[in-house]
């Protein structure tokens, strides 16, 4: 052994000491650490019970102020209620293509628009001090881009502010990166991904040309492929990326697979009305009469 070997060794200690101990920041983040009050909370949300959901990621975040998940997760309360009721998760919404396309009919409820966007702007405002510390902050850049991913939906779906809702699509796509350069199994950033990529490019070609010029690109089986990743490694977001992957398989024609996600959904979640009369559309059975409208 000569000094060069020496001379090598320590330099790789060198690296190692000085490298930030990333296990110990991601252990501690709730984003990417199952935190049970917060799957309880989730759990909730998808079983449409919007309240208990609201009340248990409140007590979360009221204990943990500046954690920006938090925000997110209240966030994704008020706008995945607003999705629900305006039918939007549901085959009736995806395969109408005027509405997929270009959004609801009528206007959103305005005070719970409201409360999700005061969410969303505390959870970026939370986010934006902890990139300030550190700019790779992946906790920071997971919040970013779930808000970012909200809003474009939120803009698309319910706003019909199509232009706004590019714009928020290409910040959450570049927040996305970032964050998947550092954590890259931070697979429930997929859901933003894949539900852009989806809806883009289910465009028509002449629109998705012109996009290009500004940087934003659309393409429906890699969105789809990303909300299987979703699907596959997700945490929080998981049964939320089955439900647009179904529902997507279904615009798609790709029953088999629309079939088995709302089996899956259904099963584990027996307490919703909404898996269980969408796996029944899926399969061609009448709706159950205990959960007709």
Do not use: C
Not at 15 to 24: E, L
Not at 96 to 119: C, T, V, Y
Not at 238 to 267: C, T, V
């Amino acid at each position: 052994m000569n000094w060069r070997y020496y001379a090598a060794i320590s330099l790789l200690l060198s690296a190692a000491a000085a490298r930030p101990a990333r296990s110990d920041e991601i252990a501690k983040s709730p984003a990417f650490t199952t935190v049970a009050e917060l799957s309880s909370g989730f759990h909730s949300l998808y079983v449409q019970d919007f309240l208990e959901a609201r009340e248990k990621f409140d007590t979360w975040e009221s204990q943990h102020p500046q954690e920006p998940f938090g925000q997110v997760a209240i966030a994704a309360s008020y706008l995945f209620e607003e999705l629900y009721r305006q039918g939007v998760l549901s085959s009736d919404f995806f395969l109408n293509e005027k509405r997929f396309l270009h959004g609801i009919e009528g206007k959103p409820d305005a005070a719970r628009m409201k409360s999700f966007q005061d969410a969303v702007d505390r959870a970026r405002k939370l986010a934006k001090e902890r990139l300030a510390k550190n700019a790779r902050d992946p906790e920071a850049l997971f919040a970013l881009t779930l808000a970012a991913g909200m809003e474009s939906n939120a803009d698309m779906m319910l706003k019909k502010h199509h232009l706004e809702a590019l714009k928020r699509l290409k910040e959450g796509n570049e927040y996305a990166k970032e964050l998947l350069a550092e954590e890259p199994d931070a697979n429930d950033a997929y859901v933003a991904l894949g539900t852009d990529n989806y809806v883009i490019g289910s465009l028509s070609g002449g629109a998705r040309f012109f996009l290009k010029f500004g940087g934003i690109h659309g393409d429906k089986k890699l969105g789809m492929q990303q909300l299987e990743k979703a699907i596959d490694g997700g945490r929080y977001l998981q049964p939320f990326a089955k439900i647009l992957l179904a529902l997507a398989a279904r615009r798609e024609k790709q029953n088999p697979l629309a079939q088995k996600l709302l089996r899956e959904l259904s099963e584990e979640f027996p307490e919703s009305p909404l898996y269980a009369a969408e796996y029944a559309k899926a399969m061609g059975r009448p709706i159950p009469a205990e959960i007709r409208p």
